[in-house]
């Protein structure tokens, strides 16, 4: 697919979990009726109206501070990558795009969901596998955010090559077959223990999203 992009599938599959899990978010005893999902993507339609500008997209700065305004500690590099990943390549996120977001940005979406999500920053090339370079450039990022908030400074000299032991180390325990670049199981091994993507974990899930 390239560039990061998620299949239509996967795309589809996103879409319908995310109307799913708003609607047990709005009426947490109910059961999943048709009536009760149409209900909810009525419900996130309006809301998606009343941050749109033009009623088809909504603008970057607009989606953060009223979705997920926790990874703003995490600075631009990092979230403009995200937002870019969120639209799937494309000029402007509309309405499919902002349901898939506030999905993957809510307490709402299952960790596995999140973990995908957070992997395709690292696979820059979208190949299905981190490369070492990958590797460097979004663990700095993700290092960055979390102990400097993403400011870049005095600390970046003494925080890259930091970055670059985590991950030389990183590459020699999860790449087992010493091919230069680790699969997404092998990343999830990684990231369950490292403090810095979990700490971009846990902010997704802290959005005050709400219908």
Request: hydrophobic letters at 40%; one cysteine or more; charged letters at 25%.
């Amino acid at each position: 697919m390239g560039q990061g992009k998620s299949s239509t599938a996967e795309r589809h599959r996103l879409r319908e979990k995310a109307i799913e899990a708003f609607a047990g978010l709005v009426h947490p005893d109910a059961n999943d009726t048709s009536g009760l999902l149409q209900e909810t993507e009525k419900r996130l339609q309006r809301f998606f109206h009343a941050l749109s500008l033009d009623g088809t997209s909504i603008q970057q700065e607009v989606f953060w501070g009223k979705v997920a305004p926790s990874l703003a500690r995490f600075g631009l590099d990092l979230t403009d990558k995200l937002f870019k990943l969120l639209i799937n390549g494309e000029a402007t996120m509309d309405f499919d795009s902002f349901l898939i977001a506030a999905y993957l940005l809510s307490k709402a979406s299952r960790k596995d969901d999140k973990l995908k999500c957070v992997f395709r920053i690292f696979d820059a090339s979208g190949s299905g596998y981190v490369k070492k370079s990958e590797f460097k450039a979004a663990y700095f990022m993700v290092m960055r955010g979390n102990e400097y908030g993403g400011a870049e400074g005095p600390d970046e000299a003494e925080l890259k090559p930091l970055a670059k032991c985590i991950v030389d180390s990183a590459m020699l325990i999860y790449d087992g077959n010493q091919r230069g670049k680790i699969s997404f199981d092998e990343w999830c091994h990684f990231a369950a223990t490292d403090r810095g993507v979990q700490s971009l974990i846990a902010a997704m899930s802290a959005g005050s999203f709400d219908v």
